[in-house]
């Protein structure tokens, strides 16, 4: 990757210094890179002040849509920065599948126990995330898993919110710049229900085939009974509830295996389902990431 651009607004030009000298800073890293906006900027970054001292690592498990990880491989290409794909097992962990909304915390920590046995492999010191200085605001135990493990938010210790990062990697020309975020498969199950491969492949083919449709921002969201609750952008619903698409689309879902399909009338709204997360877990991750 040619060296990135430095003639940006001022506000916008000293975090981009200040990110360039934190990851100066760190070392030898791995980036925890999911091919999302945020791990894209973190590796580019990376890569641009480090060179051959920065390298991609991304998880691969049945909670990752194929397409992501195929993205993800030609990112890092593009980048130019070193890329390593390790298989992770969080299905095997009875805490992970009871999905009781803390999911997120036991994926991390089996993503992030998998990197550091990588480290003297490696040859690299410290782990960061792609997280930035928006997701304090929200529900994410996968902080928490974070903390445990040592690792560094470059974004947000530079002070990036997401619209900082979208911005930056415009004006670096990534293609994904624009890209909607994409949480892992499991997401998209209700807290309560059980995560399988099944579920998770079944929500895939699902989102597969609404994006065929155009849409861009999307969720498949899976509660119990087996029903599909579609969330697309509020424009798109009066075309998803023609009867002719209908029609196809239930008839295409029930073949995948849901019993009932919905359309949710609030919209596409990002992290719906923490709603449903009880309160004493919210409570306890919030307790958990003071502490560390």
Same mark, same amino acid.
């Given at each position: 990757?040619?060296?990135?651009?430095?003639?940006?607004?001022?506000?916008?030009?000293?975090?981009?210094?200040?990110?360039?000298?934190?990851?100066?800073?760190?070392?030898?890293?791995?980036? %925890?890179?999911?091919?999302?906006?945020?791990?894209?900027?973190?590796?580019?970054?990376?890569?641009?002040?480090?060179?051959?001292?920065?390298?991609?690592?991304?998880?691969?498990?049945?909670?990752?849509?194929?397409?992501?990880?195929?993205?993800?491989?030609?990112?890092?290409?593009?980048?130019?920065?070193?890329?390593?794909?390790?298989? +992770? !097992?969080?299905?095997?962990?009875?805490?992970?599948?009871?999905?009781?909304?803390?999911?997120?915390?036991?994926?991390?920590?089996?993503?992030?126990? @998998?990197?550091?046995?990588? /480290?003297?492999?490696?040859?690299?010191?410290?782990?960061?995330?792609?997280?930035?200085?928006?997701?304090?605001?929200?529900? @994410?135990?996968?902080?928490?898993? %974070?903390?445990?493990?040592?690792?560094?938010?470059?974004?947000?210790?530079?002070?990036?919110?997401? %619209?900082?990062?979208?911005?930056?990697?415009?004006?670096?020309?990534?293609?994904?710049?624009?890209?909607?975020?994409?949480?892992?498969?499991?997401?998209? /199950?209700?807290?309560?229900?059980?995560? +399988?491969?099944?579920?998770?492949?079944?929500?895939?083919?699902?989102?597969?085939?609404?994006?065929?449709?155009?849409?861009?921002?999307?969720?498949?969201?899976?509660?119990?009974?087996?029903?599909?609750?579609?969330?697309?952008?509020?424009?798109?619903?009066?075309?998803? %509830?023609?009867?002719? /698409?209908?029609?196809?689309?239930?008839?295409?879902?029930?073949?995948?295996?849901?019993?009932?399909?919905? /359309?949710?009338?609030?919209?596409?709204?990002?992290?719906?389902?923490?709603?449903?997360?009880?309160? !004493?877990?919210? @409570?306890?991750?919030?307790?958990?990431?003071?502490?560390?």
């Amino acid at each position: 990757m040619s060296e990135l651009p430095r003639d940006l607004p001022e506000e916008l030009r000293v975090k981009q210094t200040r990110l360039f000298d934190n990851l100066r800073g760190f070392g030898r890293l791995a980036v %925890a890179f999911s091919g999302g906006i945020d791990s894209t900027v973190v590796a580019a970054a990376a890569f641009q002040v480090l060179g051959e001292n920065a390298i991609a690592v991304t998880a691969d498990s049945a909670s990752v849509p194929r397409a992501e990880i195929a993205d993800a491989r030609e990112l890092a290409k593009q980048i130019g920065i070193r890329h390593i794909v390790v298989q +992770t !097992d969080e299905f095997a962990d009875p805490d992970y599948v009871k999905n009781d909304g803390a999911r997120c915390y036991f994926c991390k920590s089996e993503l992030y126990t @998998r990197i550091e046995k990588l /480290l003297p492999e490696l040859g690299v010191d410290v782990i960061c995330s792609g997280a930035n200085l928006d997701d304090q605001g929200d529900y @994410r135990p996968g902080l928490t898993a %974070a903390a445990e493990h040592g690792i560094r938010h470059p974004l947000l210790e530079s002070g990036l919110t997401k %619209a900082d990062v979208r911005a930056l990697a415009k004006v670096w020309g990534l293609p994904t710049w624009d890209k909607p975020a994409s949480p892992c498969l499991s997401s998209r /199950l209700a807290p309560g229900v059980e995560v +399988t491969h099944e579920r998770t492949g079944r929500v895939e083919a699902a989102e597969v085939y609404l994006r065929k449709l155009g849409l861009r921002e999307l969720r498949v969201r899976l509660h119990e009974g087996e029903l599909a609750r579609i969330e697309v952008p509020a424009a798109e619903l009066e075309r998803l %509830a023609e009867p002719g /698409l209908r029609e196809a689309l239930v008839g295409y879902f029930k073949e995948l295996g849901f019993r009932f399909v919905t /359309l949710d009338l609030e919209g596409f709204r990002s992290g719906s389902l923490n709603s449903m997360v009880s309160l !004493d877990n919210k @409570r306890l991750f919030a307790t958990l990431s003071r502490e560390s």
